[in-house]
């Protein structure tokens, strides 16, 4: 999602004459995009802003600083205490603003404020800055309105708005009509679409279903997804509609069923195991990814012996293993914080080292095998070479040129290197 609101942002701002600079020193104004899931991604931010500050307040650089995203939703005009320097904050329901608000720093109005407490804060636009000439990000949905008590996103991105979804439609058949082969439909609780609309509007089955028939699109995926959600209907369309991958990201988060119920997570661990084993019978080449949370309150050895069994059991193809950190004003920040930092780290270590084992040995399989996919990018290490992205989310790595970017193309593969496969151009 925060990659489809930077490309936004940049092909507004181009619109209106600015130009786009990766080297700081060159920079007039520098904006942070930003996201608060996670302590770390938020250190970050408050670490690049001081340095930028510094450069402000001692070193006499103009600059002008401006953050938007999820943190100023979060902090709010806090921001401006912490950092004086800071010109302008922007909320995620005002990435169109961008401009204005810049606009108006540079005529002389510091610490403007965007942030509007209601709306979609989904822009499609003809200006957006895409990162590829292929693949497009489209966000259909934002918020959520699970009670995770360990999630900052209904804060930070409100209740679960859905676009309607002729304009979603119409969205796809512009991106299908420039050229684009693929998107990824995005939401923070991306299947939960359209519960916001009448009972007889369209479902996110009913959209995936329509969007498939839609000429010139040749891949679809989606992310992210909750497993209340997570139903057959879904699996159905999936498994009927050839262009949707083949790789379902269903965030488990802990295997412990107590961890499970203080996480207010909806699900027990039977009931997602129930699902999962559903979608594999329906989809039996389907590739399984996850989140996983360690260290969460009140989580005992006992209850990560049950995640990591958890991971063994399932046998995920790949998993997001985090340490949890309190996320200021969500329900998780008033439990007590009881599981020591260094056990955290042993405990996220230890899965992380199983999980590249499962990973690597689901991957060990499919070598021989023949799989789709569309081709990315060009090999920056190599010349002579692409990378093409499969129905399941792998990369492999075969002969090929920049004239191949944006086929559609099959490769067998012949070696694992990591989790990167080599290949050969198969033509059947």
């Known amino acids: 999602m925060n990659e489809y609101d930077t490309e936004l942002a940049a092909g507004l701002l181009v619109k209106e004459g600015y130009q786009l600079t990766t080297e700081d020193s060159k920079a007039d104004a520098v904006i942070f995009n930003t996201c608060s899931v996670r302590e770390h991604a938020e250190d970050r931010v408050f670490g690049q802003l001081g340095s930028f500050s510094h450069q402000k307040s001692v070193d006499g650089r103009k600059l002008i600083l401006g953050v938007m995203g999820c943190m100023s939703e979060n902090y709010k005009t806090g921001l401006f205490k912490r950092f004086p320097e800071l010109d302008f904050i922007v909320g995620t329901r005002n990435v169109k603003d961008v401009p204005r608000v810049l606009s108006r720093v540079i005529d002389g109005k510091k610490r403007q404020v965007a942030l509007d407490e209601e709306g979609l804060g989904i822009e499609y636009s003809e200006f957006t800055r895409r990162g590829s000439a292929y693949h497009a990000w489209l966000p259909i949905m934002t918020g959520c309105d699970k009670v995770c008590t360990f999630c900052i996103v209904p804060k930070t991105r409100g209740r679960e708005i859905s676009k309607p979804a002729a304009e979603v439609t119409r969205e796809v058949k512009r991106l299908a009509g420039e050229g684009f082969k693929a998107v990824t439909l995005l939401g923070q609780n991306v299947n939960s679409y359209g519960k916001d609309f009448a009972a007889t509007a369209v479902t996110f089955p009913k959209l995936l279903a329509e969007l498939s028939k839609i000429s010139g699109i040749e891949m679809i995926s989606f992310t992210t997804s909750h497993p209340s959600d997570a139903v057959p209907e879904l699996f159905e369309v999936i498994r009927d509609n050839p262009k949707i991958t083949r790789r379902f990201h269903l965030p488990l988060q802990s295997g412990s069923d107590k961890i499970l119920k203080r996480m207010k997570r909806l699900h027990t661990l039977s009931e997602y195991r129930a699902k999962v084993d559903l979608l594999r019978t329906m989809i039996p080449e389907i590739a399984l990814t996850t989140d996983i949370i360690v260290g969460f309150p009140g989580e005992t050895p006992e209850d990560f012996d049950a995640t990591r069994h958890a991971l063994e059991q399932i046998g995920f193809d790949s998993a997001f293993i985090y340490k ?18 260094e056990e955290k780290k042993r ?19 499919l070598i021989g095998s023949v799989q789709k996919g569309i081709a990315g990018k060009e090999n920056v290490r190599v010349s002579g070479e692409i990378v093409l992205r499969t129905w ?35 033509c059947a």
């Open 324 to 341: 949890y950190s309190a996320r200021p004003g969500t329900p998780a920040e008033a439990l007590v914080d009881d599981v020591p930092l």
């Open 347 to 365: 405990r996220n270590s230890e899965l992380l080292d199983l999980q590249e084992r499962i990973t690597e040995s689901r991957n060990l399989k």
């Open 392 to 426: 399941t989310d792998k990369k492999i790595v075969v002969p090929g040129a920049a004239a191949d970017l944006g086929k559609i193309m099959s490769a067998r593969i012949t070696k694992l290197v990591n989790e990167t496969f080599l290949g050969e151009v198969y």
